[in-house]
């Protein structure tokens, strides 16, 4: 009954925010998988900040959280006969994938395979400059064990392993070093930042910028995001942090693509919940109302 209004979250700096949200994605993503089995691949979540600093650092928290979720899913799936259903949670990996612009994370599997290729040749006397310049993969550490995933210099030496690879020389993936950690088992980390990858492959959880989709109408494949190829639900959530840092000019364009992505959620008649925090509460009732046509 609810969905179609805006809840803004208004709590001090340290209060768990992030927790709440990182709670509520964990639920509408089983959620969808149990309500909608037949139509719950693709994008489930969005989640959106204003400052690519602030995204990058929340990333790291919710690619924990996903990396758990994927691990329920599959232990679900390997106890199916006692669950009685083939895929309880689904067939597909639940993921999480980092959208932000090129100048932060190469957009194309050629660009990341330029930079893993300096990466991965430079010497201990190289390596600092290398990383400097090439290293633009953003997932430092595995998010579940810690491992590095990066190398580093010691005394003259090189320790340590680069987490990415190119798959089939083709496909950019992150996977961890640590023989130990659940995900070297199974191969790869559910943790996807290449722009033509995720577009392939809608994660679960995308997590972006909101200057990011105001490349919808130069780039059809963002339609991905939303179902609009598929017979997927478009996403069902959506999570706006630092609300109060859109205003002004910035507030009029973000206002512009909010009626767009409104517009494509409600195509297949999805109500998207969304979600916002905030610094303050002062005008907020008219600042959703202008960005999001809806009560708060």
């Known amino acids: 009954d609810d969905r179609d209004l805006v809840d803004l979250i208004w709590f001090p700096t ?9 709670l509520l994605t964990a639920f509408t993503i089983f959620y969808r998988r149990l309500a909608n089995a037949e139509t719950a691949d693709g994008t489930t979540v969005i989640m ?5 600093l602030l995204a990058a650092q929340q990333f790291t928290r919710a690619s924990t959280l996903i990396c758990a979720c994927e691990m329920i899913r599959e232990d679900a799936i390997s106890r199916r006969p006692v669950l ?5 949670l689904g067939e597909k990996e639940i993921s999480i994938g980092l959208w932000i612009g090129h100048e932060h994370i190469p957009n194309t599997n050629n660009d990341a395979k330029k930079h893993l290729k300096e990466l991965t040749k430079a010497t201990a006397q190289e390596l600092q400059y290398a990383k400097e310049q090439h290293n633009k993969f953003q997932v430092l550490k595995c998010p579940w064990c810690g491992t590095k995933l990066v190398r580093d210099r010691v005394s003259n030496g090189i320790r340590g392993t680069f987490g990415y690879r190119m798959r089939n020389n083709r496909h950019f993936e992150l996977f961890c070093p640590q023989e130990s950690c659940y995900f070297n088992s ?5 943790i996807q930042i290449i722009d033509e990858e995720l577009y392939s492959t809608p994660p679960t959880l995308l997590f972006g910028t909101v200057d990011k989709f105001a490349m919808i109408p130069w780039k059809q494949d963002i339609g991905n995001f939303f179902a609009v190829n598929s017979e997927n639900r478009p996403p069902e959530l959506i999570i706006q942090d630092e609300l109060h840092l859109i205003s002004g000019p910035l507030g009029t364009m973000v206002g512009l693509y909010e009626s767009v992505i409104d517009a494509l959620c409600q195509k297949k008649g999805v109500s998207t919940k969304i979600v916002a925090s905030t610094a303050t509460i002062r005008r907020a009732k008219e600042q959703c109302a202008a ?3 809806r009560n708060v």
């Open 14 to 22: 340290g209060g768990g925010k992030t927790e709440a949200y990182l």
């Open 48 to 52: 959106r900040y204003t400052l690519r």
């Open 84 to 88: 009685g259903k083939r895929y309880p």
């Open 186 to 190: 199974r191969g790869t980390l559910p």
């Open 291 to 293: 960005l999001y046509n």
